[in-house]
């Protein structure tokens, strides 16, 4: 064994060392930008989406991660970031104020940043008791008309509001809204998901009952967008069954999941699927950066410019 200064080079030495180059690289290669990125509005014939999970609330909790106190902190940040989308609809995962009990009518995030935006309505939300309301799709009223909503669990029975995902797990579902673009007179599907992080097997049965519901509507040439946290990385298993029903994935380069430190270690997870008769305009852009010197989530947001045609 190598000597240090007559001493051997112990395990703990090498934990230290170790430690110390991990350190290193995070903070050079896992950093956010040095200065905020400023988007261009989309064009007047594009449409501009995006999807953000934006962290649920525990409201039993004052203080601490993720905390009321916590939401006090970031709600400044998240309008920010939200501004600064620039877009015209965008679908939220865990934009829920959890109060220990599915159906609660508190929702501080989704108030925040409609009292904040007045340019903006919410779709696939309701009476909660009918209608989950924890991933709601907002939209640009000046831009696009709301026709209707939906939602599904992912569950053995997907019709039963807040029914335990398929291997027991909290409530998984998918909210639904269909908009009309005033722009260009057209219709689409605005499909908004998110998978279970732990169970892979989860995850493809969740992927195969979207299939189910969501691919009869592509298969009739109904123009659907499909976003959200799946929890898999571009080319996993789960989103190629989706794939297979028609959907075409942009390719989201990076991280999108930062462990809400801004590391940027994993591949993205929070992704926009296209079905023909939705054309991207140019590549999906991931805001790796803090807002008024804060993360608003442990999510970045991804959004990306379309065409309906």
């Known amino acids: 064994m190598k000597r240090i200064r007559g001493q051997p080079m112990t395990k703990r030495f090498l934990v230290i060392c170790l430690l110390a180059c991990a350190a290193a690289v995070a903070v050079v290669a896992c950093s956010p930008r040095s200065a905020p990125v400023v988007l261009a509005s989309a064009n007047a014939d594009a449409l501009r989406i995006g999807t953000y999970n934006v962290h649920y609330i525990i409201l039993k909790k004052e203080t601490g991660a993720w905390s009321v106190g916590d939401w006090h902190r970031r709600k400044g940040p998240l309008d920010a970031a939200f501004k600064a989308l620039q877009a015209d609809v965008v679908a939220f995962q865990e934009m829920e104020s959890f109060g220990g009990s599915s159906g609660t009518d508190t929702n501080l995030t989704l108030d925040w940043l409609l009292a904040q935006n007045p340019e903006f309505a919410a779709a696939a939300v309701g009476d909660t008791a009918l209608f989950p309301s924890t991933q709601p799709i907002l939209y640009r009223t000046s831009r696009l008309t709301l026709l209707s909503q939906d939602w599904f669990f992912f569950s053995d029975t997907p019709d039963v509001i807040y029914a335990r995902t398929f291997n027991g797990s909290y409530p998984a579902f998918a909210s639904i809204a269909v908009f009309k673009d005033r722009e260009t007179d057209e219709t689409f599907h605005v499909v908004n998901v998110h998978f279970e992080y732990k169970s892979r097997s989860n995850r493809l049965k969740s992927a195969a009952l979207v299939v189910d519901r969501v691919g009869p509507l592509i298969a009739a040439g109904e123009k659907v967008i499909f976003l959200g946290d799946l929890n898999a990385r571009h080319g996993a298993a789960t989103q190629e069954i989706l794939a297979h029903m028609g959907l075409e994935f942009l390719d989201v380069e990076g991280t999108t999941y930062h462990l809400n430190r801004g590391l940027n270690l994993f591949g993205a997870i929070d992704h926009i699927g296209l079905s023909k008769g939705v054309t991207p305009v140019g590549e999906p ?25």
């Open 285 to 309: 852009m991931v805001l790796r950066q803090k807002f008024e010197d804060e993360w608003p989530s442990d999510h970045y947001p991804v959004i990306a410019d379309v065409q309906l045609r």
